[in-house]
């Protein structure tokens, strides 16, 4: 019933920036928690960064805490994904899920988040 679908990704300079977006469409709740996951070739799928679904309460992995930078506009319906400094590890296929709000958070746990878009492939050069 909630699609989400990812834009923004492509291939960009070490040191370089990248904005990715998810956006929802169909039956949105904007109350549902919203995070970013990526995963690299021959690697598991990682937690990047998540946010609440009223804005708050940013929650990022340790390997980009300070270059990213998660945020949301309720409004468009769309959930942001600032990267900076970007890395050759960064190189992966990006991915926004949504989490239905309950009685707690779970914002690195992919297993939680319900719904998923198709991803969007960033490669960062070095």
């Known amino acids: 019933q909630v699609h989400l679908v990812e834009s923004g990704g492509g291939l960009v300079q070490a040191g370089g920036s990248l904005r990715l977006s998810c956006t929802a469409s169909g039956r949105i709740f904007r109350s549902d928690h919203r995070g970013w996951f990526r995963q690299a070739p021959g690697k598991d799928r990682e937690f990047v960064a998540a946010?609440?679904?009223?804005?708050?309460?940013?929650t990022y992995a340790d390997s980009v805490k300070g270059r990213f930078t998660i945020s949301r506009d309720n409004a468009k319906n769309t959930t942001y994904l600032q990267m900076n400094d970007l890395k050759p590890e960064d190189t992966a296929v990006y991915f926004c899920a949504g989490q239905v709000q309950g009685r707690f958070w779970f914002p690195m746990i992919a297993i939680y988040y319900g719904y998923w878009g198709q991803g969007t492939q960033v490669t960062v050069s070095s």
């Open positions: 946010i609440s679904g009223s804005g708050g309460r940013p």
